[in-house]
């Protein structure tokens, strides 16, 4: 921690048999990440983050099994419930646990749960991931009771120009004939296919077949909940020497075969004082924002909902009136409600992606209108 870093307020209370009140939750939180381990991972996650020390990969067996298994990440959780919070008041929680514990105070008055808001995180492929599908809310619980369904969004942060992404049935597939090819393990020409490109967005509701090829580095949010069914693993072995299983049942239980491809979304772009803002898209799970920083930015935390800022690339400070610090690329604050204001000052250019759960209208269709876009444009990247 750099001179100047932030300190917890001194609360200056007697502390009595029940224990001291929490302290407030007024600075942003940097989150400490979680490497998961994963057969189609890379071994080297330069330069978002460094290789991580082997106390800090996740145990995560059903996916690597095996030695050498910890060779290959393959996923960077970031607001995992299990990221540790280095700083503030809730320094040494989990973020499950400052969630549970302060509820509104960090999750903001809009969010009812226990639960964090979004699940997000970077995946690094040089492989194929399987083709998933996502259920929604109302089949999850019936069919997964305890679980979430699962919305989510990637944002390109790097492809290799032979990279590719399966999304959606081609128009003359029928699931018959899909799940045939799954059963054979030859799925891929059933799908729509292209090339993604970096900094394009995808939204990828439940329902939307899927599946990410090699030579990819991407940002991911969802609701919190990784319920997936796996469809096709390629013929595929896991690290184990078996193959992974199939989720086929629920999986077509919940396919949408005429769910477009909703890709290459277009970009909403408008200056700030700053930089640039760019509303990347929005659902009533997530919206996100990539911000581009030239100047130092002066922002202020939301009293109705918990904020997050991950840094794709460059260098820099996060600054209060307590203090400040360094943040690079890879690191993820989480801004609670009464943070209040506070300056995100580049030291080099810096790109970060924002993102929290939204009032669609006052968070992304009013400030687009205010710039110029007209409804149809919105429209485009809103997803209500």
Not at 94 to 104: C, I, V
Not at 275 to 280: E, N, P
Request: net charge neutral; proline share 9%; hydrophobic share 35%.
């Amino acid at each position: 921690m750099e001179p100047g870093a932030f300190k917890p307020p001194e609360s200056g209370l007697i502390q009595h048999p029940v224990g001291p009140p929490m302290q407030k939750l007024e600075t942003p939180l940097k989150l400490s990440p979680i490497f998961k381990p994963k057969i189609w991972g890379l071994h080297d996650l330069a330069p978002l983050f460094e290789w991580p020390e082997p106390e800090k990969i996740a145990d995560d067996r059903g996916a690597s099994a095996g030695p050498g298994a910890e060779s290959l990440i393959g996923e960077v959780w970031i607001t995992d419930e299990s990221s540790e919070i280095l700083n503030g008041p809730a320094a040494g929680l989990t973020l499950g646990e400052a969630s549970a514990k302060y509820r509104s105070e960090l999750n903001g008055a809009n969010w009812k749960d226990r639960r964090f808001p979004i699940l997000s995180k970077y995946i690094f492929t040089s492989d194929w991931l399987s083709l998933q599908v996502h259920p929604d809310d109302r089949y999850a619980r019936k069919h997964d009771p305890g679980n979430l369904g699962k919305c989510e969004m990637w944002y390109i942060v790097h492809a290799e120009p032979e990279a590719e992404i399966l999304l959606g049935l081609k128009r003359d597939t029928t699931l018959e004939q899909l799940r045939a090819a799954c059963e054979r393990g030859k799925s891929k020409d059933q799908l729509y296919r292209f090339h993604p490109k970096a900094g394009e967005a995808i939204f990828v509701p439940p329902g939307t077949v899927h599946a990410l090829g090699p030579g990819l580095v991407l940002f991911e949010a969802e609701e919190h909940s990784d319920m997936t069914y796996r469809l096709d693993d390629f013929g595929r072995m896991g690290l184990d020497g078996k193959p992974r299983p199939l989720h086929l049942d629920k999986g077509f239980g919940v396919i949408k075969p005429e769910a477009p491809p909703l890709r290459n979304l277009p970009r909403r772009v408008v200056h700030e004082p700053f930089g640039s803002r760019r509303y990347i898209l929005a659902c009533s799970y997530f919206a996100v924002e990539e911000l581009r920083l030239q100047k130092t930015g002066r922002f202020r935390s939301s009293p109705e909902h918990v904020e997050t800022i991950s840094i794709v690339a460059g260098e820099g400070r996060v600054e209060t009136a307590a203090g400040w610090l360094g943040y690079q690329a890879g690191d993820t604050w989480v801004i609670p409600p009464g943070a209040g204001p506070y300056r995100v000052a580049p030291v080099e250019k810096t790109r970060a992606l924002k993102f929290y759960v939204p009032d669609v209208d006052k968070d992304f269709k009013r400030p687009l209108s205010r710039h110029g876009f007209k409804a149809e444009q919105t429209r485009k990247i809103v997803f209500d």
